[in-house]
């Protein structure tokens, strides 16, 4: 691929995602009073994180039914992802701040990956 091939799948590839960002607002920009609007900004974003925090614990290996909750409890993987989720939920609680939460949150997790047991594993 020569530089301005390179240069001009840059520039297209920006050119899309600039007009996906605009397009809502061109086009929605007289309906922002709608209910339905109004119902969507109000609860789409608590659902698009329960939707993350549950494809992400669910990423966790989960025990047999003949092992124990407490064993894999006890396991690197399943302690990390719920501590780090309990310090969001209730960082978000008490704070408000979803960058604040996230950013702790990610930062709790990565610190036990690269340091807790699972670093030894």
Not at 17 to 25: D, E, G, I, L
Not at 90 to 109: C, D, P
């Amino acid at each position: 691929m020569t530089t301005t091939q390179a240069l001009l799948l840059i520039g297209v590839a920006a050119l899309a995602t600039f007009a996906t960002r605009v397009t809502p607002f061109l086009f929605l920009s007289r309906h922002s009073a709608h209910p339905l609007i109004l119902h969507m900004g109000r609860y789409l974003p608590a659902i698009v994180m329960v939707v993350l925090i549950i494809v992400s614990l669910s990423a966790m290996s989960l025990p047999g039914r003949s092992e124990l909750w407490r064993d894999w409890l006890m396991q690197a993987e399943g302690a990390g992802m719920l501590i780090s989720a309990a310090c969001v939920a209730g960082l978000h609680l008490w704070r408000r701040n979803a960058l604040l939460s996230i950013a702790v949150g990610t930062g709790l997790y990565m610190a036990w990956v690269q340091l807790g047991p699972m670093a030894q594993a």
